[in-house]
Each structure stands twice: as structure tokens, then as C-alpha cells.
């Protein structure tokens, strides 16, 4: 958000964050479905694994 803010010349944070607020959520919903993929819970993984 930081980034954006200077790229985009905004003197004060939270206008970027009103603006671009969705933008976060989607990195933060991308990286939980890359995080979930990369380390699955011991529970999903077939028991030769552990």
C-alpha cells in the first residue's frame, strides 16, 4: 500500500487505502491459497509423508 501511495503521489496513506483497499485483500486472499497449496496440514497429506 506504501508503494502505491508514493507511485501515485498521495500525501496521505489513507487516501490510497480508501481507494485501493481491495487490492490488499486480493494479495492477501492469494497468498493464503499459495501458503494452503505449499504446506498442507498434517491431516491432508498421506501418512508415508510424515
Known sequence: M???Q???GHS???T???IYA???SQ???LS???M???LPLPEELPENRW
Open 27 to 29: 494479495s492477501k486472499q
Open 22 to 24: 481491495h487490492l490488499d
Open 36 to 38: 494452503e497449496r505449499a
Open 12 to 14: 496521505d496513506i489513507s
Open 16 to 18: 490510497t487505502a480508501n
Open 6 to 8: 508514493e507511485w501515485l
Open 2 to 4: 506504501k508503494q502505491i
Open 32 to 34: 493464503a491459497t499459495t
